[in-house]
T-cell receptor, first 113, second 119 residues
Framework: AQSVTQPDIHITVSEGASLELRCNYS??????LFWYVQSPGQGLQLLLK??????LVQGIKGFEAEFKRSQSSFNLRKPSVHWSDAAEYFC???????????FGGGTRVLVKP | EAGVTQSPTHLIKTRGQQATLRCSPI?????VYWYQQALGLGLQFLLW???????NRGNFPPRFSGRQFPNYSSELNVNALELEDSALYLC??????????????????FGPGTRLTVL
């Protein structure tokens, strides 16, 4: 069975500082990996996805993520955070052929001025 | 192009009642996924409908059910509501794709959700 772990429940970062959110997955085959962001009371917005190919993936809002098969990780990074990046971030893994997404528990990001 | 829409935005029910939640996928998408986001439990897969059929089901009791209509919109029904059913219910609409002759599921695009409160 597939699973996702986001070790950090909360992260506080100063505006302008860099941000890295950790994600570890467990899946028997090549995973389909996603990062979503959720603002309070809202649905999920896709930041980026990895299916195959280049292991460094660029997404929206200046985010990027790196797939490391040897570490079963898919960490999300942003070089310089903005106050509007305060939200909850979810890592998810999906199987092929129409299977469900399995989400990590989420990391809530607080941005200090 | 309209995204995934869900209605109602908020729904308040009492224990034992039934709740009906609705979702319209992105135009051209034939699949609908339902997820529950309950406090302390995270995002959990509920149901998957494709081409009018239930294709997969998460670890939820039978009082969670649904259907998909010919226009690919979907309804989620929750019978005999319990307090712990209070949650944000999210609907997602994926694109299908073919890679090297094998079908797969592309990104799931989410709607804004329905906040169900059971009193």
């Amino acid at each position: 069975a597939q699973s996702v772990t986001q070790p950090d429940i909360h992260i506080t970062v100063s505006e302008g500082a860099s941000l890295e959110l950790r994600c570890n997955y467990s899946y028997g085959a090549t995973p389909y990996l996603f990062w979503y962001v959720q603002s309070p009371g809202q649905g999920l917005q896709l930041l980026l996805k990895y299916f195959s190919g280049d292991t460094l993936v660029q997404g929206i809002k200046g985010f990027e993520a790196e797939f490391k098969r040897s570490q079963s990780s898919f960490n999300l990074r942003k070089p310089s955070v903005h106050w509007s990046d305060a939200a909850e971030y979810f890592c998810a893994v999906g199987a092929a052929a129409g299977n469900k997404l399995t989400f990590g528990g989420g990391t809530r990001v607080l941005v200090k001025p | 192009e309209a995204g995934v829409t869900q209605s109602p935005t908020h729904l308040i029910k009492t224990r034992g009642q039934q709740a009906t939640l609705r979702c319209s996928p992105i135009s051209g998408h034939t699949s609908v996924y339902w997820y529950q986001q309950a406090l302390g439990l995270g995002l959990q897969f509920l149901l998957w409908y494709d081409e009018g059929e239930e294709r997969n089901r998460g670890n939820f009791p039978p009082r969670f059910s649904g259907r998909q209509f010919p226009n690919y919109s979907s309804e989620l029904n929750v019978n005999a509501l319990e307090l712990e059913d209070s949650a944000l219910y999210l609907c997602a609409s994926p694109l299908a794709f073919w890679v090297r002759g094998r079908s797969g599921t592309d990104t799931q695009y989410f709607g804004p959700g329905t906040r169900l409160t059971v009193l």
